[in-house]
């Protein structure tokens, strides 16, 4: 058993794509910073961001209905939409800086075009979705959506889904061309390949146990070297705690006041998979439905076309459930585990202000194939159960805290990034909208943490994120541009975006 010390500027716990992208970001901000990387698992991008356990959306609320919510007087807020897609900018921004300096060499080799459709049934979510269009198609970053009520229009929109269908109510839908299907099992796996060429240590097969404040002022981590059985020392002045699911039990053990009466909430999910290739032929889009009462947003119903492994396939899901796992690959105590004296009474109230979401969680776990087939029926009349299989997705754990509003053990349903007070260590919690925000959320992590250098490292963030500052929905030209140039730069649209951008120019953008 050997007794491994060293010492490091930053040390990133997981190899998911958050780490990906802070580590990424940080090597173009401040190359000669040392790194190192512990995963417990083999190989990066193995938990949430791998392909199979997640649904590849590019969210940018295109067509998620649960980012646009319906107000008391009728009228929309439209507010979440617009902000997750201004973060789903950022990303595409990050990316196309990628593809250009051959970091990224071939972006198709993680996100592809596809149109975004939201779909509903019944007068009443009708008129919803003609609301939310009126809404959303005038603001720049929804530009070129479409709406239909005709049902010979939606059969030309999705084929597989109109088929065989008996219409007793009205129907609609929107569509808009410029959504994405985004492997980022890939593209996490790209990063930690250039960051390994950038001399970044990746232990793989390592697993952190502890997390301690030195007397130095260091963090100290206890790390199990998964391979030898040796337990290691490892230091450095900033921690990333990037575990996904498993950042929770590791931010508890940092001690902060910041980790204190929090809480998680495991959901599980499953994905139906179809394997006959003559069926996915017949569809291409991201088809997203309205989520049924009672059920968790992140159990809106929704058809994808993939691209996976160089293969088209299609994904019907998430089906969510639960178990108390953290992780896919986690343990049965991890939720028991979680709780402490300092969030007991978080926990009970959430338990108790949380019994028909379980109730419902656990009822959709108990769910046979078949039913779970009749779910898909509602998307696909003709599915027949031999054309699909069903496969496990990645673990969810949503945060659970005290707010004003909803007072004690609140579950949350977006993201968080808790930081220590001097900046030295921050974990990300909750999973949504998720990968697709990576680059915005590590840049909330970057200001909160490194404020003093924040002013220095700007002109390399603004070269890598022209748009880092402003706001697209309110600067139509601009968007145009960016757009135009990601959509270029990504292999997002045809020849004619090539074209409008071979002037290198564009790419400044003046603040
Ligand atoms: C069913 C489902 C559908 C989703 N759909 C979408 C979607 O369509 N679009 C989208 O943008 N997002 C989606 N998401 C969310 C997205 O997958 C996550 O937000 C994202 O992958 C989280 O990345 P991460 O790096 O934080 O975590 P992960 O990818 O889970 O990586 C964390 C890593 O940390 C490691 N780790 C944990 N604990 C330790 C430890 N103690 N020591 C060492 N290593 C450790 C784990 O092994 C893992 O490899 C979905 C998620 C799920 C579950």
Redesign the pocket.
């Known amino acids: 058993m050997s007794n491994r010390q060293t010492e490091t500027d930053v040390i990133l716990?997981?190899?998911?794509?958050?780490?990906?992208t802070l580590g990424t970001l940080l090597k173009e901000l401040v190359p000669d910073w040392k790194i190192t990387v512990?995963?417990?698992?083999e190989g990066?991008?193995?938990?949430?961001?791998?392909e199979w356990?997640?649904?590849?959306?590019?969210?940018s609320a295109l067509c998620e209905l649960n980012y646009t919510v319906e107000k008391p007087d009728g009228s929309l807020d439209i507010s979440k939409a617009i902000n997750v897609n201004e973060q789903f900018q950022i990303s595409r921004q990050f990316w196309s800086y990628l593809v250009n300096r051959n970091i990224i060499r071939n972006p198709k080799d993680f996100i592809m075009p596809l149109p975004h459709i939201s779909l509903v049934e019944g007068e009443k979510d009708v008129t919803f979705l003609r609301k939310r269009f009126e809404a959303l198609s005038n603001n720049p970053l929804f530009q070129g959506m479409e709406f239909s009520e005709d049902n010979g229009k939606l059969a030309e929109w999705m084929p597989l889904i109109m088929e065989g269908r008996r219409v007793d109510e009205p129907m609609a839908a929107t569509k808009i061309d410029s959504g994405t299907d985004?492997n980022?099992g890939a593209l996490?796996r790209i990063l930690f390949d250039h960051l390994k060429n950038q001399k970044v240590d990746i232990k793989y097969k390592?697993?952190?146990?502890d997390i301690k404040r030195a007397s130095n002022g260091l963090w100290e981590l206890k790390v199990w070297n998964m391979a030898t059985g040796a337990i290691e020392r490892h230091s450095a002045k900033f921690v990333f705690i990037?575990?996904?699911?498993?950042?929770l039990?590791?931010l508890q053990k940092t001690g902060i006041p910041e980790s204190r009466h929090i809480g998680g909430f495991p959901v599980s999910?499953l994905?139906l998979v179809c394997n006959n290739p003559d069926v996915v032929e017949q569809h291409h889009a991201k088809v997203y439905g309205k989520a049924k009462v009672g059920a968790p947003p992140?159990s809106v119903p929704h058809l994808d076309t993939r691209y996976i492994d160089d293969k088209k396939s299609l994904l019907f899901?998430?089906f969510a459930g639960f178990t108390p796992k953290f992780?896919k690959?986690g343990s049965n105590m991890d939720l028991i585990n979680s709780v402490k004296p300092n969030n007991l009474v978080t926990m009970l109230a959430a338990g108790a202000k949380n019994i028909p979401l379980t109730k419902y969680l656990i009822e959709q776990l108990m769910l046979s194939k078949e039913q779970r087939i009749e779910e898909l029926r509602e998307f696909i009349p003709n599915a027949r159960s031999e054309d699909w299989d069903i496969i496990v997705?990645?673990?969810?754990v949503q945060v659970i805290k005290d707010t004003v509003a909803g007072g004690k053990g609140t579950l949350q349903f977006g993201?968080e990034v808790v930081s220590a007070a001097d900046g030295s260590v921050a974990a990300?919690l909750g999973?949504?909208?998720?990968?697709?925000?990576?680059v915005h959320v590590m840049l909330e992590v970057i200001k909160k943490c490194f404020p003093q250098h924040v002013k220095a490292w700007e002109p390399k963030i603004m070269e890598m994120i022209p748009s880092y500052g402003l706001k697209l929905s309110e600067n139509q030209e601009l968007f145009n541009e960016l757009h135009a140039f990601t959509t270029w730069a990504l292999g997002l649209g045809g020849e004619s975006s090539m074209a409008i951008h071979e002037n290198e120019e564009r790419k400044t953008v003046s603040h």
């Open positions: 716990i997981g190899a998911g794509i958050m780490s990906a512990f995963e417990k698992l990066p991008g193995e938990e949430s961001s791998n356990n997640n649904a590849g959306t590019g969210h985004v980022f996490t390592h697993q952190v146990d990037g575990g996904g699911g498993g950042s039990p590791l999910g994905f992140m899901g998430p992780l690959t997705a990645g673990q969810r993201t990300l999973a949504s909208p998720g990968a697709s925000t990576a």
